[in-house]
């Protein structure tokens, strides 16, 4: 017994479900395909936004292109699943003195509007002397654990989740439809497949040549009494307040070793940099590991496979995925309901032919 649908989402991360809501809101017929027991990056991860890049007083490119989407589409999402997920709170930049003079000429620039005060010398319960401040706004985070779990049950309410990993050999080409086999001689026929299945996109036997890379990212969870908790501290790594007393704090960034397993290395990483501006005593309650899915260019990687047109992918959001996921699925559920998605360019190279040619399917 078998089922057709016009797309089939290998994934359930972030991307996965951006790009399911996106299609509903087409009126497209899709499947979304993955295990239950998966720990995509989206479940670990803070889910930060901010509008500057991380280490200069300067507008992030990736803020102003997806910004506009954002905020919309996780609007739109929380109205449909009915659940709070997006959350607007300012930042708080600590930066040494040195850098004052910088951060006044941008606040005064074209963009300056996001900085709201600059202080001169920070003041701040818990926080140690000897910093400066700007406090910016637009800033928050997303609940992805949240968006996950309540778009997993969206998707089994409306019989559209399929709980299964994919095994790439069981890929098969039909015509004009691709064929995946299940358990049983059960099969599930698409139009179209699309995989966002974040760091494991790097096996891919058909996008495993883009670049993804597995990167490490670990975070603490701690309670700490006296730290003031309506804002997102930023420092040399980022403090979330989850009230009552209790913060997330992260992330590192390691290549090696690449897995999902909470090291002795990242927590002194962690414990250390926190230290750095923090001087209260502080439990730590929680500690996660989580592997992003990051590419090459640190730029997403979308589009459709040359030789398999109906293979799509999107994948690579990265650390910046809350800002690029609702852009990025915006665009590709345009391009899957019109049925022109765009190749990707320079995926098939010339040393590429003698692997090209042993693909599945």
Request: with cysteine.
């Amino acid at each position: 017994m078998g089922r057709t649908t016009d797309v089939l989402i290998v994934g359930q991360g972030l991307a996965g479900c951006m790009l399911a809501l996106e299609l509903h809101k087409r009126e497209m017929d899709f499947l979304v395909m993955a295990p239950t027991g998966a720990r995509p990056a989206s479940l670990v991860a803070a889910g930060l936004y901010f509008p500057l890049m991380s280490r200069k007083p300067a507008i992030d490119k990736v803020f102003r292109t997806c910004y506009p989407v954002m905020g919309n589409a996780y609007r739109e999402a929380e109205a449909f699943l009915g659940t709070s997920l997006l959350h607007e709170i300012p930042s708080i930049k600590l930066f040494p003195p040195a850098e004052l003079e910088q951060w006044r000429a941008f606040q005064h620039g074209p963009e300056g509007s996001v900085i709201q005060a600059i202080a001169d010398h920070a003041v701040i319960p818990g926080i140690k002397p000897g910093w400066s401040m700007a406090v910016i706004r637009p800033s928050g985070y997303v609940d992805l654990p949240l968006l996950v779990q309540a778009c997993r049950e969206w998707l089994i309410r409306e019989n559209r989740f399929i709980n299964w990993h994919l095994d790439h050999s069981g890929v098969r080409f039909s015509g004009n439809l691709v064929k995946v086999n299940l358990s049983g001689g059960d099969f599930v026929k698409a139009r179209h497949l699309v995989f966002c299945e974040g760091a494991s996109g790097a096996s891919s036997p058909w996008f495993g040549q883009m670049g993804i890379k597995p990167n490490k990212g670990e975070l603490i969870d701690i309670a700490v009494d006296g730290l003031p908790e309506k804002s997102i501290m930023r420092c040399s790594l980022n403090l979330l307040p989850l009230g009552k007393g209790k913060f997330r704090a992260g992330a590192t960034y390691c290549n090696d070793p690449v897995n999902d397993i909470p090291s002795r290395k990242g927590l002194d990483e962690l414990t250390g940099r926190l230290r750095e501006f923090v001087n209260l005593p502080f439990r730590i309650i929680a500690h996660r590991a989580g592997l992003r899915p990051a590419s090459r260019n640190r730029k997403p990687v979308t589009g459709s496979h040359p030789r398999f047109p109906n293979l799509s992918v999107l994948n690579g959001l990265g650390s910046k995925g809350v800002l690029q996921a609702p852009y990025h699925a915006w665009i590709l559920a345009d391009q899957l309901a019109s049925g022109k998605v765009p190749l990707i360019k320079g995926l098939l190279k010339k040393q590429d032919k003698d692997v090209t040619l042993r693909l599945p399917g």
